[in-house]
């Protein structure tokens, strides 16, 4: 017998008894960005490999490390992308969305990292993605936050994550705190672990991001970024702050919030959870400015976020949260078929009645069967009623509606007003 072909490592499967929480999560994103004016894009799984480079940063783990790289047939390098960010940008240059315009778009869809699987970190994950274009200043900030805040308040999530901001300044004023922080860690090299000696040489902001116990210490008496900041970029993450106090969100300033990708600048911010273990960040984001001209077009204020559906599906199941109940996959009825020919005209009367009723949520027998093992395949699919055509049904035109969760006595309904029954409305 040969062996079972398995998922690839990292790579999960939805069942069907999972789904139900992942519709729930998916109306409540979508509803969310439509309720702020947000759009819809969607764009290609695979893009040039240039573009995540470019964007993300060649001495990132994620380029470095983590990437699905592949050459194709015609020997160009293409890449699954690992995140959503860079391919929106792209696709807003191509098709001129930016030039003299504001752009609110929202997209969802499937990443990829080569990482080390464990709890809340997959190799294939999907992520809810919000960009905003054209608007410069702290308000479109402190939108992306009132968003987030009023999904986690709509999910009953509220009270099970901390919001975490902070501000990078411009690539100037990183410059001049980088140099800075370089200064610092040489001096304490020998306390330095593998990575941060690593990246000392490339991206020494995200020692600050590490997450070893034993550099803690070391990490908390760093030079703060906020020393480093211009007046400018002080007012502006001061204005986020001040509209959050006034809307009553709570959140934390973390000075060593830096984030993994290079096109980030100005406020940046993270929603986390203790709930999660060491993967609590469940949502995460801040300005771009710089990244549209990383790119090759022209100059364009730009902040956004990307929500980890796995991660926020897993909070909704640990807290028990009653998401798994998904009305629009609740059946209407299972129609029980008695016999050949009512089989048949079983099969003609569904569609039928799908055509008078396109909202109507019918699944029709199949693979035969008594009346009784019908009935427990009708009780099995959650259905409301079940709709009985035998013999005497037929030759009286009429059908049989059996209520499976209320106790009712069962009734008779004629075939020509079935779709009229309340029951199905």
Same mark, same amino acid.
């Given at each position: 017998m040969s062996q079972n072909i398995q998922a690839v490592r990292g790579m999960s499967d939805i069942l069907p008894s999972q789904s139900p929480y992942w519709h729930y999560l998916e109306n409540h994103l979508i509803q969310l960005a439509h309720g702020y004016g947000y759009r819809e894009i969607r764009f290609p799984i695979?893009?040039?490999?240039? %573009?995540?480079? =470019?964007?993300? #940063?060649?001495?990132?783990?994620?380029?470095?490390?983590?990437?699905?790289?592949?050459?194709?047939?015609?020997?160009?390098? %293409?890449?699954? =992308?690992?995140? #959503?960010?860079?391919?929106?940008v792209r696709a807003c240059i191509q098709h001129g969305l930016l030039h003299n315009q504001q752009q609110r778009l929202w997209y969802l869809g499937p990443m990829f990292r080569h990482e080390r699987p464990q709890k809340g970190r997959f190799r294939q994950f999907h992520q809810f993605g919000i960009e905003a274009f054209g608007m410069p200043g702290p308000d479109i900030d402190a939108e992306m936050l009132f968003m987030t805040a009023r999904l986690w308040q709509r999910l009953g999530l509220k009270d099970h994550v901390i919001l975490q901001i902070n501000s990078l300044g411009t690539s100037e004023e990183r410059a001049v705190y980088r140099t800075t922080l370089v200064d610092y860690f040489k001096t304490h090299q020998n306390a330095l672990d593998e990575d941060a000696a690593r990246r000392l040489a490339t991206n020494p902001l995200r020692i600050l991001d590490s997450k070893n116990p034993d550099m803690r210490s070391l990490i908390a008496n760093a030079p703060l970024l906020s020393d480093a900041l211009g007046a400018a970029s002080a007012e502006h993450f001061e204005s986020i702050k001040h509209m959050l106090d006034r809307a009553g969100i709570h959140y934390q300033v973390n000075h060593r919030l830096v984030r993994g990708l290079d096109y980030y600048s100005g406020m940046v911010f993270e929603w986390v959870t203790e709930l999660l273990g060491a993967q609590g960040a469940v949502c995460s984001g801040g300005r771009y400015d710089k990244l549209t001209e990383m790119l090759g077009g022209r100059p364009v204020p730009a902040v956004g976020f990307a929500l980890g559906m796995e991660r926020v599906v897993a909070l909704l199941e640990t807290l028990l949260l009653p998401a798994g109940k998904d009305d629009d996959a609740i059946l209407d009825v299972y129609f029980v078929l008695i016999g050949e020919e009512c089989e048949q005209k079983g099969k003609e009367l569904a569609e039928k009645w799908r055509d008078e009723s396109p909202k109507l949520r019918l699944q029709l027998n199949c693979g035969g069967g008594n009346l009784k093992s019908q009935l427990k395949r009708a009780d099995k699919s959650g259905a409301k009623v079940a709709f009985i055509l035998g013999e005497n049904e037929l030759s009286s035109q009429t059908i049989t509606i059996k209520f499976l969760r209320d106790a009712r006595e069962q009734i008779n309904v004629s075939m020509d007003q079935i779709t009229n029954f309340e029951g199905i409305k």
């Open positions: 695979v893009e040039q490999t240039t %573009l995540f480079k =470019r964007s993300i #940063g060649e001495v990132t783990d994620i380029v470095e490390k983590e990437m699905y790289t592949f050459d194709d047939r015609n020997g160009d390098s %293409l890449t699954l =992308r690992p995140e #959503g960010t860079a391919g929106c």
